[in-house]
Each structure stands twice: as structure tokens, then as C-alpha cells.
Nanobody
Framework: EVQLVESGGGLVQPGGSLRLSCVGS????????MTWIRQAPGKELEWVST????????YYADSVKGRFTISRDNAKNTLYLQLNSLKTEDTAMYYC??????????????????????WGQGTQVTVSA
């Protein structure tokens, strides 16, 4: 059974930090680019960041560039997203998703669910004073 399980979300004040994790199982993690996507209440899915299967290439939405850092540990089948200098507009459900390297990586909006093979259940990030 393929699973992507996110964790690390929570309530944080503006300017604070969080580290999200996504653990994959049931597939060869090394062969998949990994992407973080978020969705705020009442809004569309928003692409946040993508990392190539080997981790050499990373891509960020302009809205998070310089504040968020994506990384992965293929030995642990784990994807990370370090969120720094958080803003209220970062409040959203954050999802991780995978895409086989042969399909090329998803970089940028719009995001469609069918662009990815699997999705996690999400972890909530709330930024509020």
C-alpha cells in the first residue's frame, strides 16, 4: 500500500518557524520528484515547492522563496519543508505529493490532483497572533 504521511504542522505566531515532514512508503521513493502543495480555506490548490528525485534541484513559488527550504533524505524515505518567517497568509493545509521522474517535475501553478501519483492527507499550518 502506497502511503504519504505528513506531520509537523501546528499553530505558530507570525515570524515563527515550523518543519514539516512527509514519510513515503510502498513505492521507490528515490525515483520520484516530491512536491509540497497547500490549500487555504476557500482557495485553489497552490504549488509551494518541488525537489528532484535525487535532491539536486529545488524549486520554489515566489511567495515562499527565501523563507521556505525543501529537502529530502532518500535513505529515510522522507521529505521535509522548513518554514521560516511565517506570515498569516501561509495559513493552509499542506500536502506532499509524488510524481515519477519519467514524467518530469511539476513546477508552478496550476496544480491538478492528477498531476501526481499519490497525495498525503495533509498537515495544517496556522499562523496567527
Amino acid at each position: 500500500e502506497v502511503q504519504l504521511v505528513e506531520s509537523g504542522g501546528g499553530l505558530v505566531q507570525p515570524g515563527g518557524s515550523l518543519r514539516l515532514s512527509c514519510v513515503g512508503s510502498g513505492f521507490d521513493f528515490r525515483l520520484y520528484s516530491m512536491t509540497w502543495i497547500r490549500q487555504a480555506p476557500g482557495k485553489e490548490l497552490e504549488w509551494v515547492s518541488t525537489i528532484s528525485n535525487g535532491g539536486a534541484n529545488t524549486y520554489y513559488a515566489d511567495s515562499v522563496k527565501g523563507r521556505f527550504t525543501i529537502s529530502r533524505d532518500n535513505a529515510k524515505n522522507t521529505l521535509y519543508l522548513q518554514l521560516n518567517s511565517l506570515k498569516t497568509e501561509d495559513t493552509a493545509m499542506y500536502y506532499c505529493a509524488n510524481r515519477h521522474l519519467y514524467r518530469g517535475a511539476v513546477i508552478g501553478d496550476p496544480v491538478n490532483r492528477q498531476d501526481f501519483r499519490d497525495w498525503g492527507q495533509g498537515t495544517q499550518v496556522t499562523v496567527s497572533a
